[in-house]
T-cell receptor, first 108, second 114 residues
């Protein structure tokens, strides 16, 4: 599949805990991006990691990329109720393809 | 800068009708992509326009078409609507085409086909 595939499909944690989501893909990529979507609204870009990068940070977000395993992970540290959303990875190889997403619920 | 805007936000149509959705990208952005999102199929890429030319197209039937104007605004059209076309249609803009530019999404148009 050209798309990324997220794992797990759903994740429920308590506020303050860390959340880790994984994305696997099958083709070569130029870059991989993570997006967030709240309740069927538009997507918000979180972070972009290029194929020659291994790790990137943005605030409470940490993304890793392992091109040899064709996988990426998104770590949200010290989660908040406001982080409740669906998270998608998107791989770019001539066009952008999104995975099915991970539904994260952060309980207060 | 104003974000990506999409009109209308909600739409109800009946089978067989056609529909046109509009997207205004962020000022200065020249690439516009369209996506269909459904609970069953997830986010699926429809097409991408850059400088009034379709650069990429997803795996959708010819009933789905689009265009981009000289001011980068884009429209997509779905003819002969089917029940399965009910979805959230998302538009995204980016500065340039290619190289996996960060995409900025609009709020979407929710289409219901009865």
């Amino acid at each position: 599949s050209q798309q990324g595939e997220e794992d797990p499909q759903a994740l429920s944690i308590q506020e303050g805990e860390n959340a880790t989501m994984n994305c696997s893909y099958k083709t070569s990529i130029n870059n991989l991006q993570w997006y967030r979507q709240n309740s069927g609204r538009g997507l918000v870009h979180l972070i972009l990691i290029r194929s020659n990068e291994r790790e990137k940070h943005s605030g409470r977000l940490r993304v890793t990329l392992d091109t040899s395993k064709k996988s990426s992970s998104l770590l949200i540290t010290a989660s908040r109720a406001a982080d409740t959303a669906s998270y998608f990875c998107a791989i770019y190889n001539n066009d952008m393809r999104f995975g099915a997403g991970t539904r994260l619920t952060v309980k207060p | 800068k104003a974000g990506v805007t999409q009109t209308p936000r909600y739409l109800i149509k009946t089978r067989g009708q056609q529909v046109t959705l509009s997207c205004s990208p962020i000022s200065g952005h020249r690439s516009v992509s369209w996506y269909q999102q459904t609970p069953g199929q997830g986010l699926q890429f429809l097409f991408e326009y850059f400088s009034e030319t379709q650069r990429n197209k997803g795996n959708f039937p010819g009933r789905f078409s689009g265009r981009q104007f000289s001011n980068s605004r884009s429209e997509m059209n779905v003819s002969t609507l089917e029940l399965g076309d009910s979805a959230l249609y998302l538009c995204a803009s980016s500065l340039w085409q290619g190289a996996g530019e960060t995409q900025y999404f609009g709020p979407g148009t929710r289409l219901l086909v009865l």
